[in-house]
Every structure is written in C-alpha cells, then in structure tokens.
C-alpha cells in the first residue's frame, strides 16, 4: 500500500469510500437514467414543418415514396377513421404507410419481432396553429437500440431512403 492509501485510509477509512463510491454511483446512474427518460420522446420520433399545405404535402410525400423504389401500402385518413366510430377531430392527420419488400424480408428473416412496427409510416398531421408538419420515426437511432440486422438495414438503408424521400418537402 502506498504512502497516499494509507493516508487516504487513515483519514476516511475503506468503508468510507465504499459507501462514497456506491452512492456516487447510484446517484449518477439515475441522473443519466432520468436525463434518457426525459429525452427519449423527443429523440425517438422526428416532426418538421411541410414547405406545403396538407393535401399538397400527402401528395408530394406519396410521389416521393415511390420516386425512391418505395411502395405506399396504403394513407390512412385519422379522421374518417374516427368519424366512423363517432368521434370528431378537428386538425387532420393522416399516416401514409410504406414499404420496401427486400428491406422487409431480410429484417423479417432474422427478427420477425419487429414486424410490429412494420410498415414504415410516414405522419402527416396539422397543428393547432394550422401548419403542416411531418413526423417519422428516428430509424437510425432506434435502430441501434436493437443492433444486428436490425441496425444494418432499417438505421442504414431505410434511414437513407426516408431521407432522401423528404428531401425538398420539409422547412430547415
């Protein structure tokens, strides 16, 4: 033992800075642990103001998808939807659906889990004060939370693609 550990034990002992040590830990564990809570939501989902008025932007989005391979599996009007079960919404939405199958099936073939939150969606929704914006999921940093094959397509080239498909639509 050293000159300084001796002095270090003398002066505060080892269960000291044990006890130190542990609830230092425990304490910046759940710092970070809080700070993540706080932060996930608005990191996990991505929203941007359409350059266009609400029709205009589906449309547009819809073109894009498949100017870039993509399918669009179907648009989903929020409101019809609930209009049909007797509840009234004011400021559109719609969820425009897509997918790219050789994406799907080499996620599929290694994590059919996922497949829940297949297909891609794209949110197109109007805000109280009647902009338009659009919101997506954070592909390549929810990607990463899984690893693997999951991390290698859907933060690679599905995070590329829904990228390129937004380019030109979105305000900075």
């Known amino acids: 033992m050293s000159s300084t550990e001796k002095k270090v034990n003398k002066l505060f002992g080892t269960k000291t800075l044990i006890t130190s040590s542990t609830v230092g830990f425990v304490v910046g564990a759940a710092l970070c642990g809080v700070v993540i809570w706080v932060l996930m939501p608005s990191m996990m989902i991505l929203t941007k103001e359409s350059k266009l008025g609400f029709d205009e932007t589906v449309a547009a989005l819809e073109k894009s ?56 969606t794209f949110s197109v929704w109007q805000g109280d004060d009647g902009k338009v914006n659009v919101s997506k999921m954070n592909m390549g940093l929810m990607a990463k939370m899984f690893g693997g094959n999951i991390a290698a397509v859907m933060g690679g080239n599905v995070a590329h693609d829904e990228e390129r498909m937004l380019n030109g639509l979105l305000r900075d």
Not at 104 to 120: F, G, H, K, N
């Open 65 to 120: 998808i498949e100017a870039n391979g993509w399918t669009v599996s179907g648009t989903i009007d929020m409101n019809k939807s609930m209009a049909k079960h007797g509840v009234e919404f004011k400021p559109r939405v719609e969820l425009v659906k897509l997918c790219k199958a050789e994406y799907a099936q080499s996620v599929l073939a290694t994590d059919r889990y996922i497949s829940t939150m297949m297909p891609c």
